[in-house]
């Protein structure tokens, strides 16, 4: 009988006839001739089956990232070269951070999507004898680790492809600097963050680089895809990068009415830390687990410096504290005997999570207590652990509420989850809830790597407390602004939009803790008005296939809705997680992003979709500056007469809980606004006994329906017949046809009235206030022109009266008067107002924020004789209280 041979490389197993045997994979097995013959028919018509499913025939990404925001486009070709329709599967590997802005599929009749957290997947039946197209675009802010930027593009199309291309084009108007290109990784196999730099590319990857402009392709062969992995490439593509740094303040860009702001400070020296290890050794840590966590934490703790504090707790069904009630310095000695102990921990028993929380976050903060350093020194918890509550208090809620509750904003908790039964939500909002991060560490990886990489990120501290701050009359819609901490190698992005667009610079002020206690940063920062940060035209950039280039503008969507969902994920009020789903979904609708609270029939949604009490702010809107005319501080009252060209100012020593009436008009415009007062004691040395300011600011419009603001340092409350609860550490905007508010994130707050009466309330929070100091409110009137001339109140009143500045004898006005010199005050100085004659002396006031100083006329005690009537007659019962007790006939 005549021999011959089937060969089936994708199965590994040849099969020959005319013989008695088979070769299988590494082995020789005896079989009959019929078997072998069965077998070869069996396998010929699984080989047709294989044959006849759709092939990928080109798999192409192609990447723009500009300053630092990446748009990526991937398109899968998939051929059917069947008799019959058959299904077309497009599997994705996405970056978890990233937001899907488009999804087709070309001569496709269907598709799906699978919401999950890092893979995107959809099929559709694909016509015989026919090609379809699947097309994803997604988008993502790239963010600096270890001092790189790092960005990674799957490639995993399962099989060999005809066409094979990445291209990564990187557009960085400050400079590209240490580009590189790592070999193809898997994700279990990054970690540390410091690998690669010896390697070399993929093979076929070409680099090309100018000063702001560099490109990327990786384009192998079918042979060089068959060396990287037999049965189609598998790994990740990555690119490093980073930038130059010139400005201290940072690196600002301006681009159609938005802004975007880089701070990677740089040269500092590091922040001493106080930190406390804490290790799950429950019996599900046994083995590879327990051992690589140890060897993590041995490197570790050999990179600590000598002026860091530290201790380790370890913990199962009981807790073990190494060092009882302190942490300990850096020592030889102590890291010796630290190693000890970790290398004597033995796996045993359940897993008390939130007895371990309390006894850590109990130590660290007596700790910080008893020595007075938190304004010295960073200080942070580090919890690891590989599984659920099993012992002790179990319900997620309780160990959330125990944890916040024990940390009080003293101090950040960094969690780390390690393998896949870990309760890995309550891990993430226990780290978002206390300023930390989280981790997730592969259980099959190189655990000891990942476990180095994230300290790594976060063990030199440089800056604490910080503070990025704008001109309260020149931004809006502010990102986030107040950070805990700054490590080095990461970056601090703020982005907001402009209010004047037509101004030719932006102050930008920074403040901060470092290791000399405190730092100052401000400039002002030119805005480029020449299309400098356009990039239209620019090649390899603007041929994408992506409709809106403000990648500025996207940038600052793209924050915003991180933000939003991070509350989301933060609150337990059902109502309030309701609305931030609301305000979420509409701006992701707005920018074509897919989030948790969308899907991919976006043009549908976009369409219908309607967020109750929601008005969305028109960019080209004509904002109206801010006057002078304000109540803020101890408080301190300004008021502006612009045709004067003066300003008066006067204190008001109130007692704690009293409502002040500030604006009372609400006969007329119906609008009526009060605030309270809360104490505090006065500093020391000081001739006060005691000081107050405004803990919550109330505004009431009655016409033409009835709707109110309660404003408070934390919260807005907003009933406008829906009720809407608005933290103020998020950036949003929500109102209706009569009344709009817009929160700036721990900055400001922007009340609109029928588009003709605005009021700007300040934000005033401390994180370590001192004795004398309360986190408070200031007012200021911004537009008062819908506010009628019988507007009372202790602001209210002078809106629309004047004043003069004489001298008693008769002689030349102060020669401040109308001009905004220094020089020496005359005690002789008069004040007109509406027929009553006040002694005045000159001063100088600091406002928004201490950014700008008013020259003005200081009126003593207590307004006597500025103010209609005395200051009991402004206090008002409660704070909602309308009560129209001065009329015209009143006035003196």
């Known amino acids: 009988m005549p021999k011959y041979l089937l060969l089936y490389p994708d199965l590994s197993l040849s099969v020959f006839g005319g013989g008695n045997w088979i070769q299988g994979p590494g082995q020789w097995n005896s079989l009959p001739l019929q078997s072998c013959l069965s077998l070869s028919l069996l396998l010929f018509w699984k080989r047709r089956e294989n044959e006849t499913k759709p092939r990928m025939a080109e798999f192409t990404v192609k990447s723009t990232i500009i300053s630092r925001y990446a748009f990526t486009t991937v398109s899968c070709t998939m051929v059917n070269s069947g008799s019959e329709a058959r299904e077309g599967v497009f599997e994705m590997q996405m970056p978890a951070a990233a937001f899907i802005s488009n999804f087709t599929m070309d001569n496709v009749p269907g598709g799906s999507r699978e919401n999950g957290v890092e893979t995107f997947k959809a099929s559709g039946m694909i016509p015989r004898k026919t090609q379809a197209v699947f097309m994803l675009h997604y988008e993502e802010l790239l963010q600096r680790r270890l001092g790189k930027y790092e960005y990674i593009v799957s490639v995993r199309p399962q099989q060999l492809v005809g066409r094979l291309r ?130 993590a934490l041995f490197t570790i703790l050999q990179d600590l410096r000598p002026e860091d504090h530290f201790n380790i707790i370890g913990f199962s069904n009981w807790i073990k504290v190494w060092q009882q009630d302190r942490l300990v310095p850096v020592t030889p ?32 903060s007596d700790y910080i207590d008893q020595n007075d350093i938190e304004a010295r020194s960073v200080s942070l918890i580090i919890f690891l652990t590989d599984g659920r509550p099993t012992v002790g208090e179990t319900q997620s809620s309780k160990i959330l509420s125990n944890t916040k509750a024990a940390i009080r904003d003293k101090f950040c908790l960094f969690t780390i989850g390690i393998g896949n039964d870990v309760d890995y939500k309550l891990l993430e909002r226990m780290s978002l809830e206390n300023c930390g991060m989280t981790r997730r560490i592969q259980e099959d990886g190189d655990a000891a790597a990942q476990l180095i990489g994230f300290y790594s990120e976060i063990e030199t501290p440089l800056l604490s407390d910080i503070r990025v701050d704008y001109p309260v009359d020149s931004v809006e819609q502010v990102t986030q602004n107040l950070f805990p901490n700054y490590f080095n190698g990461s970056e601090i992005v703020i982005a907001g939009k402009l209010i004047n667009r037509s101004s030719d610079s932006l102050h930008v002020e920074v403040t901060a803790s470092n290791s000399n206690k405190y730092i100052l940063l401000k400039t002002d920062v030119a805005i480029d008005a020449s299309g400098r ?147 505090a004691p006065a500093p020391p040395n000081g001739h006060k006994k005691q000081r107050t300011y405004f803990s919550s600011i109330t505004v009431l419009s009655d016409k033409p329906e009835r709707s109110y603001l309660e404003i408070t340092p934390t919260k807005v409350i907003l009933d406008d017949g829906e009720r809407f609860i608005l933290p103020c550490d998020r950036s949003t905007t929500v109102g209706s046809k009569n009344l709009e508010v817009a929160i700036s994130a721990w900055s400001n707050i922007t009340v609109t009235i029928r588009g003709t009466i605005s009021f700007v309330i300040l934000i005033h929070h401390y994180k370590n206030p001192a004795p004398y100091q309360r986190n408070h409110l200031g007012f200021y009137i911004s537009n008062s022109k819908g506010l009628s001339p019988n507007s009372h109140g202790l602001l209210g009143q002078f809106l629309y009266h004047e004043v003069k500045l004489t001298q008693e004898p008769f002689g030349k006005p102060h020669p401040l008067v109308g001009q905004n010199q220094k020089g020496a005050p005359s005690p002789t100085n008069i004040l007109k107002v509406q027929g009553r004659l006040v002694p005045v002396v000159w001063k100088q ?38 009560g129209t007790g001065f009329g015209v006939g009143q006035r003196l």
Not at 335 to 343: F, Q, S
Not at 648 to 663: E, T
């Open 166 to 295: 990445v291209e990564v084009n990187i557009l960085e108007n400050s400079g590209i600097v240490s580009l590189e290109v790592l070999p193809l990784q898997n994700s279990k196999q990054r970690g540390s963050g410091k690998n690669g730099d010896d390697f070399s590319p993929p093979p076929s990857t070409m680099v090309g680089q100018t000063k702001t402009l560099a490109k990327v392709t990786f384009n192998p062969s079918i042979v060089q895809q068959t060396k990287i992995a037999r049965n189609g490439i598998l790994g990740d593509f990555v690119v490093r990068y980073d930038v130059n740094r010139e400005l201290s303040v940072g690196d600002v860009q301006v681009l159609n009415g938005h802004f975007v702001h880089y701070f990677a400070p740089k040269d500092l020296p590091p922040l001493p830390k106080n930190v406390v290890f804490v290790l799950d050794s429950s019996v599900s840590m046994a083995g590879t687990k327990l051992r690589q966590t140890k060897d």
């Open 333 to 364: 000695n102590n890291i010796r005997d630290a190693k000890i102990y970790i290398h004597n921990i033995s796996p045993r028993g359940g897993t008390n999570i939130n007895g371990a929380l309390q006894i850590s976050t109990k130590l660290l």
């Open 533 to 679: 940060n356009d990039i239209i035209g620019t090649p390899g950039v603007t041929d994408n296939g992506h409709n809106d280039q403000n990648y500025i503008e996207r940038t600052w969507s793209y924050l915003t809705i991180k933000e939003l969902l991070t509350s989301w994920l933060k609150s337990d009020d059902g109502k309030e997680k309701e609305d931030l789903r609301e305000k979420a979904k509409k701006l992701a609708l707005a920018h074509n992003f897919v989030t948790p609270f969308t899907t991919l029939k976006m043009k549908e949604l976009w369409e219908s979709h309607v967020v109750i009490g929601a008005v969305p702010r028109k960019p080209d809107k004509q904002r109206i500056k801010v006057s002078k005319t304000s109540a803020d501080g101890d408080p301190h009252f300004v008021i502006d007469f612009p045709s004067s060209k003066l300003a008066v100012c006067f204190n008001i020593d109130g007692q704690p809980g009293d409502i002040l009436r500030l604006v009372s008009d609400h006969k007329d415009s119906g609008v009526t606004v009060n605030g309270q007062l809360i104490g």
């Open 845 to 882: 006031r600091k406002i928004y924020n201490g950014e700008q100083q008013v020259d003005c006329w200081f009126a003593k005690n207590n307004a006597e004789k500025l103010i209609d009537g005395a200051y009991k007659d402004y206090v008002a019962s409660h704070p909602f209280d309308t």
